[in-house]
């Protein structure tokens, strides 16, 4: 169990600029979350997937977001023309389903920080 | 609706003090509650969790009881460390749902 990785862990970029981010969960989880936190705040959840299939989205997410998770292992976060407002870490988590109702925690990597220019 | 209400920080104490950090939920049905920590450039790391009323999570010296009545699930510690030093989030999973729904968190920092 190697954890939860994401990649890159800074990225800056010039306003306008499209950036896309990676995740790995780790490799028994299915489900798969998306949070973008700002400083003082807790994590605000943007999307999640269970295998493949992307089943919500928060309104956080606008349409310059889109999050995919071919084949159900890895994950990308694509933000495109970026604007100030889009600084932020953006988190990623992952998590076992055992079934409806089985608290499983949610596992997180340490994160992208994103800063526009 | 589901929401978590932390107490406002910063919170500073002094080596070997005793830790209360408050907790309170709303929540649909009977959720999982935990609680995160946030180190510096680093993600969440689970901390403890408790997923039914009367549960007491513990780890690492802190404790949290799940308070149905009070709706409460408040973290303690009887001594402090200064490598206790972070961000701590409480965070709530309603029973069947998919999201989690976080605090905004209540930064410690402890001085020696």
């Known amino acids: 169990d190697t954890g939860v990785s994401q990649d890159p862990r800074h990225k800056i970029t010039k306003r306008g600029q499209n950036v896309t981010f990676r995740c790995d969960p780790i490799?028994?989880?299915?489900?798969l979350y998306w949070y973008r936190q700002t400083l003082g705040q807790g994590p605000e959840f943007l999307t999640y997937?269970?295998?493949?299939?992307?089943?919500?989205k928060s309104r956080l997410l606008s349409d310059r977001f889109s999050a995919e998770r071919p084949k159900g292992s890895f994950s990308t976060l694509e933000i495109q023309r970026t604007e100030q407002g889009d600084s932020a870490m953006y988190l990623c988590?992952?998590?076992?389903?055992?079934?409806?109702?089985?608290?499983?925690?949610?596992?997180f990597g340490d994160g992208t920080r994103l800063s526009i220019l | 609706g589901n929401s978590v209400t932390q107490m406002e920080g910063p919170v500073t104490l002094s080596e070997e003090a005793f830790l209360t950090i408050n907790c309170t939920y709303t929540?649909?049905?009977?959720?999982?509650l935990f609680w995160y920590v946030q180190y510096p450039g680093e993600g969440l790391q689970l901390l403890l969790k408790?997923?039914?009323?009367?549960d007491k999570g513990s780890n690492k010296g802190f404790e949290a009881t799940y308070r149905k009545e009070t709706t409460s699930f408040h973290l303690e510690k009887g001594s402090v460390q200064v490598s206790d030093s972070a961000v701590y989030f409480c965070?709530?999973?309603?029973?069947?749902?998919?999201?989690?729904?976080f605090g905004t968190g209540t930064s410690l920092t402890v001085i020696p």
């Open positions: 988590a992952s998590m076992a389903d055992r079934g409806r109702g089985s608290n499983q925690p949610q596992h």
């Open positions: 965070a709530l999973s309603p029973w069947g749902g998919n999201q989690f729904y």
């Open positions: 490799s028994e989880h299915n489900r």
């Open positions: 929540a649909t049905g009977y959720p999982s």
């Open positions: 997937f269970q295998n493949e299939a992307q089943l919500e």
């Open positions: 408790a997923t039914k009323a009367d």
